[in-house]
């Protein structure tokens, strides 16, 4: 995926000025950066939610905007932050709705089923697959679309802060999960202020500031130079752990 | 909670449906003011003939496919605006088809080109309020949920308010028949003009319900939707289109029953499921018979005077809509 001279303003609000940077499959990129930076807008414009003002985004070489939305939707998947719906769908039926751009007939196949089935064991909300999803709590329903985009299969996971409401031990599952993707060959990319989670799990850091991308760094040198670090709060320290990870400490 | 949905459930649910949208169709015509001698019917003798098959069956037949519209419809627009009050009536479109047709009414037109002013009338109001409405929130790219819903009410408005001038300045006869027909009845038409609206529910529906998986990702939210590859700009124009053909067809031939576009597929979605695939058909058979029961209802309990089936719908409707959202949300 590469990105390259991205800008958007919402209206007379000039949220990114020029944003580039390319990732290769097998990479797991923390996208940080303060409340406002732009986080979810570039996120939405890498995903084709969102069109840019000016610059492109291009995946396997391709300008994302000649995609169908259905090819599209076969390599990316974003994942929105938080959906609120009153509609009694099961959780089930919310998942299988990740299997879309899959599925050419008007009911979804065994395949599909199966598939949604693997992705709610690996989000751990098999259990209650047959509950409406209103009546879940807000961790439960984040593992529920959690599970829907990786039903999707996609090559690309664009997601925006998805340890919302997870507990802990479902934060470190989730990243867990996405660390495992990666590995495989998938591209992810999540938007968190996690920061020691980040650098347990992800392979890099990319910090958006002032419109642009301030910071890109692996995480292996995360620990050498903190100037990443500052752009966040002047209250943040890096130490090491005794296994010789980076970790970050409040002052 | 819920049994899961699975093919042979959704096929039970749709049969049964259409089992009541037949028997229906059957047994409805044999109800009014006058008994029905079945023998003398097939006999093709006068009064009995004449009654059962250019009044009662026609009437019937309006209020299934004008029901089923206006249901599938008003599940069509809850699922596009992921509001539960969003309706036909809500988004204007009612009211400019009304708007439309009592125009027609005041200059007492009957008919335009060869078509029937009423349908052309209330065609054209529909499509220029809807035309509006999509036109005052379109931004950015794609039309938005909440400014939809707000510039529908706001021309529902003016559109009633115009509806009003008119009505104050006719004359009475004329203003008589504006109030007969805004009250929303169903009444005997013509076979030809059942079956063009006949033709234009069958195709929209079609049109719509290979679509129904992806109305079920839009319910969700739209970037949801176009994130699992929904193609959004395509599905939703289609909609529009759809929608206000089913709403200005089902109007123009009986007046405004709005009720039907709220209620139906409310209890559609509490009751069986939220699932289009399931939803929308199943709306659509149940309105229909709804609207043809009501109507039957409102030639009988005050005959000889006839009771619009609107009203019928509003009295035994709304008081079971209230109890359904009381045990629901």
């Known amino acids: 995926m590469e990105v390259s001279g991205v800008a958007f303003a919402y209206g007379s609000n000039v949220v990114l000025k020029s944003v580039g940077f390319s990732a290769n499959p097998g990479e797991f990129v923390a996208l940080l950066g303060l409340n406002g930076a732009g986080k979810s807008t570039i996120l939405d414009i890498m995903a084709g939610l969102r069109t840019a003002d000016s610059g492109s985004v291009r995946i ?37 709705m990740g299997r879309y751009a899959h599925a050419d007939q008007w009911f979804e196949s065994e395949e599909d089923v199966q598939h949604a089935v693997r992705a709610m064991e690996r989000m751990q909300c098999l259990a209650y697959r047959h509950r409406s999803y209103y009546t879940l709590s807000g961790g439960e329903r984040q593992r529920v679309l959690l599970a829907a985009c990786l039903a999707q299969e996609p090559k690309v996971l664009l997601f925006d802060e998805p340890s919302t409401y997870l507990d802990v031990q479902q934060q470190l599952q989730c990243f867990s999960t996405l660390t495992k993707l990666a590995e495989a060959g998938a591209l992810c990319v999540a938007v968190t202020h996690d920061l020691n989670l980040a650098l347990a799990h992800c392979t890099r850091l990319l910090v958006l500031h002032d419109g642009h991308i301030a910071a890109d760094t692996p995480v292996l040198g995360a620990a050498h130079d903190a100037a990443w670090l500052s752009l966040l709060s002047p209250r943040l320290r890096l130490v090491e752990t005794p296994e010789g990870r980076p970790w970050v400490v409040y002052r | ?116 002013a009423l349908w052309l009338g209330s065609m054209v109001g529909a499509g220029a309020v809807l035309a509006m409405v999509a036109g005052a929130s379109w931004r950015g790219g ?18 009633s308010a115009f509806i009003l001038l008119i009505y104050g300045v006719v004359r009475e006869r004329r203003s008589f028949s504006i109030t007969q027909w805004l009250l929303g009845r ?28 992806a109305w079920n990702l839009i ?105 359904v959202v009381r045990r629901r949300f």
């Not at chain 2, 029905?36 to 026609?58: H, N, S």
């Not at chain 2, 794609?142 to 559109?159: A, E, F, Y």
């Not at chain 2, 169903?186 to 719509?208: G, N, P, Q």
Request: glycine share 10%; net charge positive.
């Open chain 2, 142 to 159: 794609h039309i938005s949920g909440v400014r939809l819903l707000l510039t529908g009410i706001s021309l529902n408005s003016i559109c």
């Open chain 2, 219 to 323: 319910a969700i939210g739209e970037t949801w939707a176009a994130s699992r590859g929904v193609d959004l700009q395509r599905v939703m124009l289609t909609g529009y289109v759809c929608g206000s053909v089913l709403t200005a067809g089902a109007i123009a031939l009986t007046g405004p029953i709005g009720f039907v576009g709220l209620i139906v597929p409310h209890l559609v979605r509490s009751r069986i499921s939220p699932d289009n695939r399931l939803l929308l058909p199943c709306s659509f058979l149940l309105g229909g018979v709804m609207l043809a029961a009501c109507d039957a209802i409102g030639r009988v309990v005050l005959a000889p005077a006839e009771l619009p089936a609107g009203a019928v719908m509003a009295v035994i409707g709304g008081p079971y809509l209230v109890w």
């Open chain 2, 1 to 116: 909670m819920k049994a899961p949905q699975s093919s042979a459930s959704s096929f039970g649910w749709i049969s049964g449906c259409a089992v009541l949208f037949i028997l229906a169709a059957v047994i409805l015509p044999l109800i009014g003011p006058t008994g029905i001698d079945m023998q003398r019917v097939f006999a093709k003798l006068a009064p009995d003939y004449g009654i059962f098959v250019e009044l009662r069956i026609t009437r019937v037949l309006l209020g299934l496919l004008a029901g089923g519209a206006l249901a599938l419809g008003g599940g069509l627009f809850q699922a596009m605006l992921r509001d539960s009050l969003a309706t036909p009536y809500t988004l204007g479109v009612s009211a400019g088809a009304a708007l439309g047709a009592v125009l027609v009414l005041a200059l007492d037109l009957e008919r335009i080109l060869g078509f029937p």
């Open chain 1, 60 to 96: 396997d070489g391709r300008e994302l905007k000649q995609w169908q939305a259905r090819d599209r939707a076969r390599w990316i998947s974003h994942l929105p932050q938080g959906i609120r719906s009153e509609l009694p769908f099961t959780v089930e039926q919310i998942v299988l």
């Open chain 2, 186 to 213: 169903v009444d005997s038409v013509s076979y030809t003009a059942l079956f063009v609206f006949a033709v234009a529910v069958t195709l929209t529906c079609a049109i719509l319900l290979r679509q129904a998986r």
